[in-house]
């Protein structure tokens, strides 16, 4: 059983352009989470997603970002006119109804 | 609000032991303890549900005090391997799954040969 995938793995973007996150979770799992982990920093709880659903998303910046979870493929984290502070690296997780999460190996993102 | 762990950081020997300690200032229902190495995901160690649980996974064994919103994260006999970052993760309510994890402050472990 293959587990969470995220990609890219790394992400490079200019101020201003947009930065698109992917996560595909683990099969049989509807539950995804997004995490931001700032440099040498814990990890930050951002947006929790059941398919086509957000369920929290206290999280998350108020502007530029936004999540999905459509019915069919990954959950897609998007990060619109990115600035330098929204270099991090970003987990997703997974989980079965009612089970723990499962870590994603992360996307690093550089906005230069 | 964040839980804190103690110690900040530590350092040992190879097979000395050591406790990392995670407190909460709100009512904790669970307890989630993860390790991170540089630049890799965080991968899971164990869960303790109730109160003064304690559980074990090879020479890491915790414990979970619901009266003191504490729990304590034991490594015995500490390996390399036992290097890394280690955070407690605590969910919101009292439902085992499906929340989001509020991570704590981490503590930053190496073992040295």
Known sequence: ?112 | QQPVQSPQAVILREGEDAVINCSSSKALYSVHWYRQKHGEAPVFLMILLKGGEQKGHEKISASFNEKKQQSSLYLTASQLSYSGTYFCGTPGGANFGNEKLTFGTGTRLTIIP
């Open chain 1, 1 to 112: 059983n293959a587990g969470v995938m995220q990609n890219p793995r790394h992400l490079v973007r200019r101020r201003g352009q947009e930065a698109r996150l992917r996560c595909s979770p683990m099969k049989g799992h509807s539950h995804v989470y997004w995490y931001r982990q700032l440099p040498e920093e814990g990890l930050k709880f951002m947006v929790y997603l059941q398919k086509e659903n957000i369920i929290d998303e206290s999280g998350m910046p108020k502007e530029r970002f936004s999540a999905e979870f459509p019915k069919e493929g990954p959950s897609i984290l998007r990060i619109q006119q990115v600035v330098r502070g929204d270099s991090a690296a970003y987990f997703c997780a997974s989980s079965p109804p009612g089970g723990r999460q499962y870590f994603g190996p992360g996307t690093r993102l550089t906005v230069t």
